[in-house]
Each structure stands twice: as C-alpha cells, then as structure tokens.
C-alpha cells in the first residue's frame, strides 16, 4: 500500500499535477492550499510524508514549517520541500529552514516517484513501477 502524503501548494494547477503523479504510483494525495489548512488535515489524519511548496512566501513557509515541528502527530514525518530547479541550484532547498529535505519538481514521473521513496518506510514506497523496470522473468 501507497503512503499518505500531504501537499501543501497554493498552485492550484502543481497541487492537481503533484496529487495525480502521487496517485499514479499508487499513493493517496492529501491536499491543502494554506499551510493552515496543511495543519488541519495533519491533525485530522495521519500521514507518512508532508510535501511543502517552496514557493509559498518566506514568512508563511516558516511559520507552517515551524508549526508542523511542534505538532505531536508529524513527530516522526518527514516534512520535505517542493523546490523548483533554479531554487535547488542555488542553495535554496529549504535545508538551512529545517526541513527533512528537498524534491526537485523539474523530473520525470519515475524520478519523481523514486525521489518521493526516499523518504518513505520500503512498505509505503511507490506500488507501481514504470514498464522499464518491471521483471519479465526471461534474462
């Protein structure tokens, strides 16, 4: 089985886009358009891993950030920057505000998916394989 994964992105078309590339390999996307309505979900369901739009202005993405450390219910969840390849690049992978990680958004599906497995227990990782890597059983 999938994970639960929490998105926080006030990009309605990324939020849709993240939420059906999750679904496709085989996880069950938690939305959330504000960090306060992130906060919510989290404390109403649990979750495996929380994704948080890098994008979101500096003061909001701190004080969601910081919210979410506090909170018993994501103790052990890894909260993981969105980031865009230019902020990845520079530095700006959300690394130096605490959080667990960064995603590039700038990938394949495949890449996407391994990277989000990265951070997720092997019983939760992606349940559907690209065609690529799939055993036939011939050598």
Same mark, same amino acid.
């Given at each position: 089985?999938g994970?639960h994964?929490?998105?926080i992105?006030?990009?309605?078309?990324s939020?849709?886009?993240?939420?059906?590339?999750?679904?496709a390999f085989?996880?069950l996307?938690?939305?959330?358009?504000?960090g306060?309505?992130?906060?919510?979900?989290? !404390? !109403?369901?649990?979750?495996?891993l929380?994704?948080l739009?890098?994008?979101t202005?500096? &003061?909001?993405l701190?004080?969601?950030?910081?919210?979410?450390?506090?909170?018993?219910?994501?103790?052990s969840?890894?909260?993981? &920057?969105?980031t865009?390849?230019? !902020?990845?690049?520079?530095?700006?992978?959300g690394s130096? &505000?605490?959080?667990d990680?960064h995603i590039?958004?700038?990938v *394949?599906?495949?890449?996407?998916a391994?990277?989000?497995?990265?951070?997720?227990?092997?019983?939760?990782?992606? *349940?559907?394989?690209p !065609?690529?890597?799939r055993?036939t059983?011939s050598?």
């Amino acid at each position: 089985m999938g994970a639960h994964i929490l998105i926080i992105h006030d990009d309605e078309q990324s939020l849709e886009l993240t939420s059906f590339l999750l679904e496709a390999f085989g996880h069950l996307p938690i939305e959330a358009r504000t960090g306060q309505q992130g906060l919510d979900r989290a !404390r !109403r369901q649990p979750v495996d891993l929380v994704l948080l739009d890098l994008q979101t202005p500096e &003061a909001r993405l701190l004080e969601t950030l910081a919210a979410m450390r506090t909170m018993s219910e994501l103790s052990s969840t890894p909260i993981v &920057a969105l980031t865009a390849p230019e !902020r990845a690049s520079d530095g700006g992978d959300g690394s130096a &505000a605490g959080f667990d990680g960064h995603i590039s958004t700038a990938v *394949t599906p495949e890449g996407f998916a391994a990277q989000i497995d990265a951070f997720l227990p092997v019983e939760r990782r992606s *349940t559907v394989r690209p !065609r690529s890597v799939r055993s036939t059983g011939s050598a």
